[in-house]
């Protein structure tokens, strides 16, 4: 965004801040005190919702087609944030990704491994693997948030793709058997070892060069991972080696490989009193410009219009997997609460240790709802 600032061709300036795991807090504290800066990425869909009934931020759907560059954004990240945010467009999606499980082609074939169709054959690949001395699967325990995707991978594909949309209306519970299900499976996986030692303090980038180092063979996570993929100096296993598969289908599940984990980043929203004249200006000129400058520069798909093509073979390959999408599912605590999604993540590092039972997480998740 600096850029596009750089290039805006008038007096304008930015000063950023930038935020940890405290983002929701920060959110909440400069909401009660109607100090929101004039753009901010937002955190929990909740929080936004709440923030957005409130009349704090805008809703950009109208300012836009005012602007006439509504057009300039894709359906599919405008859907995707409506879902999200109780059917208004409250942030510019700056990222659109998909996620699933990135996977080393090379010891796949080393092995003699086909690509996963179903849970089953990613099972089936995660002991021969353990066999051959090698660590299944990484993922970031201590985040958290990696463990609890691989369950509602699950559960998406065993119950459908309104599973969690239908938790979040008091319809069903985690804890009803067929969500159950999900976080059984995730724990019959730690069980048999399949994500190696330690895996409860285990970060993100530690999980990530794992997968790298060719030290694990398989990694769940969404596609802005490409970007550390085309690093050379610290990809150890070459870009040419790794490869994409969906989330496998469950044997008799409601799910398929269309309905896929999809997101928009942290959404950028604008907030409702900084709203002038100016600041419209800048989001004209942000909408326009910001989808061929992210991918000319960063090789970064977004849900703005661009013409130009990504200059990586994996970026490429998401791009084509985009347009063949036909529903987003969204993540595990998508329809949680700032407190429920803590809980959450805090529980499955535990889970993926095999220090809780799937009971216990799956019971202490929906106390948190």
Do not use: C
Not at 11 to 40: H, R
Not at 147 to 173: F, K, Q, W
Not at 217 to 245: H, L, P, V
């Amino acid at each position: 965004m600096q850029t596009l600032v750089d290039e805006y061709g008038e007096d304008a300036s930015l000063e950023m801040d930038y935020l940890g795991a405290d983002m929701d807090q920060k959110i909440q504290l400069l909401a009660s005190q109607d100090a929101l800066p004039t753009f901010f990425q937002v955190g929990t869909p909740s929080q936004i919702i709440e923030l957005a009934d409130a009349g704090k931020i805008v809703d950009l759907e109208p300012v836009l087609e005012e602007l006439g560059v509504l057009d300039k954004l894709s359906p599919f990240s405008v859907d995707i944030i409506k879902g999200l945010y109780g059917g208004k467009l409250v942030g510019l999606p700056l990222e659109v990704a998909i996620e699933g499980f990135w996977y080393n082609t090379a010891l796949f074939e080393e092995h003699g491994l086909e690509t996963p169709e179903t849970w089953a054959d990613l099972d089936e690949a995660a002991a021969t693997l353990q066999e051959a001395g090698i660590q299944p699967i990484a993922t970031a325990g201590k985040a958290g948030w990696p463990v609890t995707r691989l369950v509602s991978g699950y559960i998406h594909r065993n119950v459908g793709p309104d599973a969690l949309t239908a938790v979040r209306d008091g319809d069903a519970e985690f804890t009803d058997p067929e969500y159950l299900a999900g976080a059984e499976a995730i724990a019959d996986f730690a069980d048999k070892g399949y994500f190696g030692e330690g895996v409860a303090a285990l970060d993100y980038d530690p999980a990530l060069d794992l997968f790298l180092q060719g030290k694990a063979a398989i990694y769940y996570m969404g596609t802005w991972a490409t970007a550390a993929f085309n690093d050379a100096e610290r990809n150890q296993i070459g870009e040419e080696n790794i490869g994409f598969f969906p989330i496998p289908a469950v044997d008799g599940g409601a799910g398929n490989a269309e309905q896929t984990p999809a997101n928009v980043g942290l959404p950028m929203a604008v907030t409702a009193k900084t709203l002038t004249p100016e600041v419209e200006q800048f989001l004209k000129y942000l909408v326009e410009n910001y989808g061929d400058v992210a991918m000319e520069k960063l090789d970064l798909i977004t849900g703005f219009e661009t013409d130009l093509e990504p200059k990586s073979r994996l970026v490429a390959e998401i791009a084509d997997r985009l347009d063949g999408i036909t529903d987003a599912v969204p993540w595990f605590e998508s329809h949680q609460s700032p407190e429920g999604t803590s809980v959450s993540q805090g529980a499955g590092g535990a889970l993926a240790a095999g220090d809780i039972t799937a009971q216990q997480f799956m019971e202490q998740v929906q106390a948190a709802q």
